[in-house]
Every structure is written in C-alpha cells, then in structure tokens.
C-alpha cells in the first residue's frame, strides 16, 4: 500500500517539543498524527508500548514516523526500578514500531529517534565532541546507547533513519522555568564548580533542525545542539545579565547535590562540549546561536 507522503507520525507528540513540532509540520503544509497512551483528539492513535499495545488500523497512512517518546530523567529518584523505566520508555517505543514496520510490510520514507547528549557521559571541557565519538561512561550514556540502538535496528530493516542527539532545549518550561524564579529575588546559582559544560538549543531551532531533515531526507546522527555551548557559571550569569540588575550568583555544592538527588544529580553536575558542525555542514542555519540571545527571546516572549 502506498503511503501519503504528507503524513507524519508523531510519537511522544503530547510533550513540549512534539506539540510544537506538530504546530510547525502543520504549518508547513504536513498532516499530523500523535502516538498516545490517551487520545483525546481524532488525529490521536493510541498505543502502549509498555505493554506492546497499538491501534495499527492507520499507520500505513503515514510516510514519516517521528519517535521523541521516553519518560523526563529529572521526575524521580534513580531507584533501580527508575532506571528500567526509564530505559524501557526509550526503547519500547522503537521495537513496537519496528514490529508494526516488519508485519505490515510498512514502507516509511525516513524514521527519525531522539536521543541525548547525554550519550557522551561526563567530559573534559576542553574536549570538543562530534557524531563520531564513542559513548561514555555512566547511567545516560547506557540509556541513550540502547536509545539509539533500538532506532538503528529499524535503519536496518531498510527503513532510512536519522538520530538527533538533543542537547538543554531552552523554552518558556523544562530546566529554565525551574531556575528563573530566583532571580526574581537577584538570586542565581549554578551548581558545584560550575565548570561543566552546557551545550544547549533553542527550542524553536531544534523544531527547525526536524523540520530541515524531513524536508532532506537526511539520514545518520546529527548533534542538535546549538554552536555556543557554555559552562554552568557561564549560563547562571548570562540569564542574570538577561534579567538585568544586579544579581548574586551561588553554587550549590556538589555534596549537597549528590544527597539531594543522588545518582540523578548526574543531570545538572556532568556537562560536555558538543559540536553542532555536521548539521550546519547540512544547511542548518540557527536563529539562536548564542546563549544571551536565546534566553533574551525566551524571557521577552513569555
């Protein structure tokens, strides 16, 4: 059955990024369906991969499958129970729709999988990272490399398929929601030494950076990240600056940190310094490349 080369599936479309891709494919003349454990609205389908569960009565409808789903590493502490539901609401999703490809005899033009930079593990600031590096150590690079495992088993069942290792995407939500009420009182922080290395995007960039490689049929691993990274002293300041006035800036001590959150303090203490290059050598070109910039478009718009 030939598909419709319009028709986009969207899994994880209920979270901040795929609502607003979904505004942005419909807006560049895309038809739009959202994998879901609740549909709510006629172009919901839903499925369950947790439990190998889906409606596939319309999936061949659909030329391009687009796969964000996996559950926030930041709700809960890293029990071992935490950690398999986490990994499982990463490569679930894939293996259900690789299954679904297989007996159907589905032919998608291109299969797109997020993963994260957290595939990198924790590195050196000076270590500047591209698509080529190997994975490193600790719980988010296991889980972004079975992440991205899952996703290439569909690449090789013939599908074309492309991975985008997401770095902090900056929003009016997410990470940055959490840190700018403090600074309503003049006060910022960064945590422990501050050294580590954000490399972050703007959300309407990483919205654009999809969008681009639909409309390319651009296969392999690109980093989406934007090509200023900067260390977490360095972020803390420059949303102080944004906000204008004059703002302490503290750390909050590693220790202190490793307490609180334990192992998930791994999120906001390990950083690398991730290279944008391959996707700009593809034609992408950023509306926020520069930190300052993006929080100021953040900030204003909200």
């Not at 950690?83 to 007996?103: A, F, P, T, W, Y």
């Not at 990198?120 to 991205?148: H, R, T």
Request: aromatic fraction near 8%; hydrophobic fraction near 40%; charge should be positive.
């Amino acid at each position: 059955m030939e598909t419709n080369s319009s028709k986009v599936l969207i899994a994880g479309g209920t979270g901040a990024i795929g609502k607003q891709l979904e505004q942005k494919l419909n807006i560049l003349g895309f038809t739009t369906s959202i994998l879901t454990r609740n549909p709510k609205s006629k172009n919901h389908i839903f499925w369950n991969p947790s439990t190998n569960e889906i409606d596939n009565s319309t999936l061949l409808d659909h030329s391009i499958i687009i796969n964000l789903s996996g559950e926030n590493l930041s709700n809960r502490r890293w029990t071992t129970s935490v950690k398999e539901r986490l990994l499982k609401s990463r490569v679930d999703g894939n293996n259900l729709l690789k299954k679904q490809i297989i007996d159907l005899n589905w032919k998608p033009s291109l299969f797109i999988s997020a993963s994260a930079i957290g595939f990198y593990g924790d590195q050196s600031a000076d270590k500047v990272l591209n698509e080529n590096n190997e994975p490193g150590e600790g719980f988010m690079a296991m889980i972004c490399k079975q992440w991205e495992h899952s996703a290439n088993e569909i690449q090789k069942i013939g599908i074309p398929t492309a991975i985008l290792r997401i770095g902090i995407v900056l929003f009016n939500g997410g990470a940055l929601k959490e840190m700018l009420p403090s600074y309503t009182f003049r006060i910022g922080t960064y945590f422990g030494d501050g050294k580590q290395v954000f490399s972050w995007i703007h959300m309407d960039d990483l919205i654009d950076m999809v969008a681009l490689i639909l409309k390319n049929k651009l296969t392999g691993v690109y980093n989406a990240v934007a090509p200023n990274p900067v260390d977490n002293k360095k972020f803390a300041y420059t949303i102080g600056d944004v906000k204008k006035g004059k703002h302490i800036i503290l750390p909050v001590p590693k220790a202190l940190l490793k307490i609180a959150l334990g192992e998930m303090s791994q999120i906001v203490l390990n950083g690398n310094r991730v290279s944008s290059k391959k996707i700009q050598d593809a034609g992408f070109q950023f509306q926020y490349p520069v930190l300052n910039e993006a929080i100021k478009a953040i900030i204003n718009k909200s």
